[in-house]
């Protein structure tokens, strides 16, 4: 299943639309949404991260085209039971500084959508993981362009990455039937 979106191809989706969002910020708040709202309509966050929309202007509804597939894939990678779930972030391809940038402007967002479905758990590890994405999302954008720094925030998106996945499953655990590493004994 290939539904992984490139982020160079979407990151001025949002430049012509009513919004203050980037890219990045938005999937994180559809992220935060898809954790705590098990019947999350395209809608729900639009109706957030924009204004307005005519879809009579062809350049605003191509825009919706595409957030609507952004929301339809993100979804299928956050059910997708290889956890083939992505960050809509910049890739390596970029520097140093704008991975980072999008990595705290998503974290942010992430935050936000949480809050405005209003996150309730007592579950340790998903409360510490929101902390976790809370001191991410204040981290230092000046990320000197070096190696030792990539492989930091390589290994920082991952553990949002994992976190995230983390958090949904625990927040809406899976209809799938796994079969318990107790019950092969």
Same mark, same amino acid.
């Given at each position: ?38 019947? *999350? ?5 639009? =109706? /957030? &991260? ?9 350049? %605003?509804?191509? $825009? ?62 998903? *409360? ?5 994405? =809370? /001191? &991410? ?9 070096? %190696?030792?720094? $990539? ?35």
């Amino acid at each position: 299943m290939n539904n992984l979106i490139d982020y160079d191809e979407v990151k001025n989706i949002l430049h012509h639309l009513n919004t203050d969002d980037t890219i990045a910020s938005a999937h994180g708040i559809l992220c935060g949404f898809a954790c705590v709202k098990p019947e *999350l309509n395209l809608d729900d966050w639009l =109706g /957030e &991260i924009l204004v307005s929309i005519d879809l009579n202007n062809l350049n %605003e509804k191509a $825009a919706h085209e595409q957030l609507a597939q952004i929301y339809n894939n993100t979804l299928l990678q956050l059910g997708d039971a290889t956890l083939n779930f992505q960050l809509l972030i910049a890739d390596e391809n970029c520097s140093l500084t704008e991975q980072a940038s999008t990595l705290i402007q998503w974290c942010q967002g992430f935050l936000v959508g949480l809050g405005l479905c209003k996150v309730s758990t007592t579950d340790e590890d998903v *409360l510490e993981m929101i902390k976790d994405f =809370g /001191e &991410i999302s204040k981290l230092d954008v000046d990320v000197l362009d070096d %190696e030792q720094n $990539a492989q930091d925030l390589s290994e920082i998106i991952e553990f949002v990455r994992m976190g995230t996945l983390l958090i949904q499953e625990t927040l809406q655990p899976s209809k799938q039937n796994y079969i318990s590493p107790d019950t092969l004994h």
